[in-house]
T-cell receptor, first 113, second 116 residues
Framework: AQSVTQLGSHVSVSEGALVLLRCNYS??????LFWYVQYPNQGLQLLLK??????LVKGINGFEAEFKKSETSFHLTKPSAHMSDAAEYFC???????????FGPGTRLSVLP | GAGVSQSPSNKVTEKGKDVELRCDPI?????LYWYRQSLGQGLEFLIY????????KSGLPSDRFSAERTGGSVSTLTIQRTQQEDSAVYLC??????????????FGPGTRLTVL
């Protein structure tokens, strides 16, 4: 069965600092990987997705993620954090037999002034 | 707008009562998903509908939970004899379900269920 782990349920960074949110997956076949963001009192929105076209994926709001097969990772990064980035971030995986998605437990990002 | 809508936005009920949660997916989306998000936890898959195929019910936690999708559009999630542990935000998502399994899910705002 697939699973997704996100190291760190809560990450705090200063405004302007690098954001790094970790995601590791387990899948017996090359997966499709997604990052979703949930702003306070809002629904989930897709940030970016890996579909095997390129290992470095750029998403909205300056975020990007790199698929590393050898590390089974898909970490999310942003060079400079903004106050508006404060939200809950979810990594999700789907394999190419894919019926449903498996979501990680989420990482809450706080951005300090 | 033309996004996924869910109703009600909030539902408070008493233990033992039945509740129905509604999801209106984006028009034309053939796939529909229900998830549960408990406080401080990630999303838990409940059920998945794709077109006219039999739904994937593998995530439903007990036989008190059921869902249907009428006419390939609107879906209703029913919880019978609610328990306090059913309190959570119930999220619905829809997608176009492309052949490459890379479809993007579009989420509704959720229904916050509180069982007293």
């Amino acid at each position: 069965a697939q699973s997704v782990t996100q190291l760190g349920s809560h990450v705090s960074v200063s405004e302007g600092a690098l954001v790094l949110l970790r995601c590791n997956y387990s899948s017996s076949v090359p997966p499709y990987l997604f990052w979703y963001v949930q702003y306070p009192n809002q629904g989930l929105q897709l940030l970016l997705k890996y579909t095997s076209a390129a290992t470095l994926v750029k998403g909205i709001n300056g975020f990007e993620a790199e698929f590393k097969k050898s590390e089974t990772s898909f970490h999310l990064t942003k060079p400079s954090a903004h106050m508006s980035d404060a939200a809950e971030y979810f990594c999700a995986v789907r394999d190419n037999y894919g019926q449903n998605f498996v979501f990680g437990p989420g990482t809450r990002l706080s951005v300090l002034p | 707008g033309a996004g996924v809508s869910q109703s009600p936005s909030n539902k408070v009920t008493e233990k033992g009562k039945d509740v129905e949660l509604r999801c209106d997916p984006i028009s034309g989306h053939t796939a529909l998903y229900w998830y549960r998000q408990s406080l401080g936890q990630g999303l838990e898959f409940l059920i998945y509908f794709q077109g006219n195929s039999a739904p994937d019910k593998s995530g439903l936690p007990s036989d008190r939970f059921s869902a249907e999708r009428t006419g390939g559009s609107v879906s209703t999630l029913t919880i019978q004899r609610t328990q306090q542990e059913d309190s959570a935000v119930y999220l619905c998502a829809s997608s176009t379900r492309t052949s490459g399994f890379t479809d993007t899910q579009y989420f509704g705002p959720g229904t916050r269920l509180t069982v007293l």
